[in-house]
């Protein structure tokens, strides 16, 4: 699973490509664009990229910690106030059972953007969709030639690391991703026995049933929980040890606030315990500055950090150059997953970002939401197969999503997904008109 030397790619065909198209397709009524080759990255940045999983590890492990510590009292009770609002007293106890102490997502994904600067953080996926998408691309296009970060079979072992076997529970709102995850079950099977294993996958749904037993990969959102009927059963039998579930339900670490938490004043002791000074320069480079927007009033004598605004109202008076800034929903909310939930303050109309600000506010108590510096992503020249299978290029910008996989106490690379968005698009995330193909190390950006 290591990264792969730069070498120069070979160039596929459409035919070749559709032709390898899993029977059933990967995701239910979703399209893309194919591409001739992978999208090439740096080499500089892969292995920058390749340090990121001991550093997004640390930081979860770190999260887990100042949550539990909270709870406890020996931080303060603010931060696990501030994390539990909305969610109803069942998710709250049921985070913080013993049963599950200690325990994180095993699979990491960040979204990142790729700038001037380098890389920078737009969302910490806990339970990311795309594991079987990467999965085939990085075998299928490995098979015909291009050499991909992560090889032909990183995924597979990484997930397997992760799951040694069981069963992969999908809700009713996350059935998109049904097909990718019945192939990965399958694939993960066979894969197995090729290993010289007996291990088996499948793919298990929200219906109702007694009991439960070996191992559970949990690709639902804990704000579902009302609408899986299996879930009670399921983390019943978790706490009494009858079954493992992955990721843990912990609704807390599943929330953007930790960003803002993370760049806070008053913690900053805290988190440089935890990740040590290189951790901390290496965060603060791919994190963007990020603000909870509380409503709560400041003292007459203070101001928001970076901003100089006593009152977060002050915002509506930005000028449009001034606004480079995000707004999102932190989470146990259905908009807090895509790209829903989400106001760029740039590309909005006074009124309309003052509508933004408005609603995040009145929404704190019970849905927060946090707001961040926007940075710009960097153009690159991307190929792209037309319908008639001739080959374009798109001026286009990249969300780049590797996929890290918890164990032995460390985060291992396992492969690494583009989506190349066209360039007028200012939210990156998948989309009919967007290229999605796995990444090779290249000699430069191909920075337009």
Not at 227 to 232: H, N, S, T, V
Not at 402 to 418: D, E, I, Q, R, T
Request: proline content about 7%.
């Amino acid at each position: 699973m290591s990264t792969a030397d730069p070498v120069a790619e070979p160039t596929l065909s459409l035919e070749e490509l559709r032709g390898r198209v899993p029977e059933g397709e990967l995701f239910a009524g979703k399209e893309w664009r194919w591409a001739p080759r992978p999208y090439r990255l740096d080499a500089k940045l892969s292995k920058e990229l390749e340090s990121m999983g001991h550093r997004l590890l640390q930081f979860a492990d770190a999260c887990d910690l100042l949550y539990r510590q909270s709870v406890e009292g020996r931080q303060p009770e603010w931060i696990a106030r501030l994390l539990d609002r909305g969610k109803p007293p069942g998710v709250v106890a049921l985070g913080r059972e013993a049963a599950f102490r200690g325990q994180i997502a095993r699979v990491i994904r960040p979204d990142l953007v790729l700038t001037e600067e380098g890389f920078t953080i737009c969302e910490l996926d806990q339970i990311p969709g795309g594991i079987g998408l990467t999965a085939w691309l990085n075998e299928t296009y490995a098979s015909l030639g291009a050499r991909v970060i992560g090889g032909p079979d990183g995924m597979l072992a990484g997930f397997t690391s992760v799951l040694p076997g069981g069963e992969i529970l999908i809700s009713e709102e996350a059935s998109t991703y049904r097909p990718e995850m019945e192939w990965l079950a399958s694939r993960l099977s066979k894969w197995s026995r090729e290993q010289g294993g007996s291990a088996s996958w499948k793919v298990g749904d929200e219906s109702n049933r007694d009991s439960w037993n070996g191992n559970v990969y949990r690709f639902f959102e804990m704000f579902d929980i009302p609408q899986i009927p299996c879930a009670e059963g399921l983390f019943r039998d978790a706490l009494a040890g009858k079954v493992t579930v992955t990721p843990p339900p912990k609704a807390q670490l599943e929330e953007k606030l930790w960003m803002g938490l993370f760049w806070m004043a008053p913690l900053r002791e805290f988190w440089m315990r935890q990740l040590g000074e290189r951790g901390m320069q290496a965060l603060q480079r791919w994190i963007p500055y990020t603000w909870i927007l509380d409503p709560a009033p400041l003292p007459p004598n203070a101001v928001y950090p970076r901003l100089d605004i006593q009152d977060w109202k002050e915002l509506g008076a930005f000028s449009q150059k001034e606004r480079d800034l995000i707004i999102k929903i932190s989470g146990f909310d259905g908009r807090a997953w895509g790209a829903r939930g989400v106001s760029v303050g740039a590309d909005l109309p006074r009124v309309e970002w003052e509508a933004a600000i408005g609603n995040a506010l009145r929404e704190f108590p019970e849905h927060p939401h946090i707001m961040q510096v926007f940075r710009h992503s960097v153009l690159t020249d991307q190929p792209f197969f037309d319908d008639d299978g001739s080959v374009r290029m798109m001026k286009g910008r990249a969300r780049l999503s590797p996929y890290f996989f918890v164990s032995g106490g460390k985060a291992n690379l396992g492969g690494v997904l583009a989506t190349v968005c066209p360039a007028d698009k200012k939210i990156l995330h998948g989309m009919s008109d967007a290229v999605m193909v796995p990444v090779t190390v290249g000699d430069s950006r191909g920075k337009v």
